[in-house]
């Protein structure tokens, strides 16, 4: 999958404390106009290193779970709540708000037609909420921003517990099934 470029907007963002342990932004990688929109909380190591192959545990999992369930990399874009990789400490609340009106452009931009999030970091983020969970959204269909949505374990989650994987493939089974229904 091809990496995004960073809009020149956001380039130069200094809004958090993540602008000055940033090696560089990360903006997205896949079709920017694909229907599902794949939500992580942070770029990776693998990501942060400019040039590399997204490879890594986490997308290694999440591309097994979209072969299996047959769905393609062309129909994802892959995004993160932080678009920096956070290196050491830092204040989350007050990075995550300084990278919310960069994912609303996102999703305003690109309008996905499923958004698929990933792990506890993006419910909560998403819906404002420490009371919400992936155990307590998964397996079902909610709405975010006027987006049909599903949420499921972060791949790492599944890589550290494997018994998670079964959840996950169900997920993206619910996501492969939404896909089929909005082909024209």
């Excluded at 678009?83 to 996905?112: G, M, N, T, V």
């Excluded at 990933?118 to 155990?135: A, F, H, I, P």
């Amino acid at each position: 999958m091809t990496e995004e470029e960073v809009p020149p907007y956001a380039a130069g963002c200094m809004k958090c404390e993540l602008a000055g342990q940033r090696r560089r932004m990360v903006w997205g990688e896949g079709n920017p106009g694909a229907p599902v929109f794949i939500l992580l909380d942070n770029p990776g190591a693998r990501e942060d290193k400019d040039g590399q192959a997204f490879v890594c545990g986490t997308r290694d999992t999440l591309q097994q779970g979209l072969r299996e369930t047959g769905i393609a990399l062309d129909q994802i874009y892959v995004s993160y709540l932080l678009k920096c990789r956070p290196i050491r400490a830092y204040d989350k609340p007050a990075a995550r708000a300084a990278c919310s009106p960069h994912l609303a452009f996102q999703l305003e931009r690109q309008k996905p037609r499923i958004l698929l999030g990933l792990g506890n970091t993006v419910v909560q983020e998403l819906y404002q909420s420490e009371e919400k969970d992936v155990k307590s959204l998964r397996g079902r269909w909610h709405d975010y921003e006027g987006i049909p949505a599903v949420f499921s374990y972060h791949p790492l989650a599944v890589r550290r517990r494997p018994v998670l994987m079964r959840y996950l493939l169900e997920d993206l089974a619910l996501v492969r099934e939404k896909l089929m229904v909005l082909a024209p």
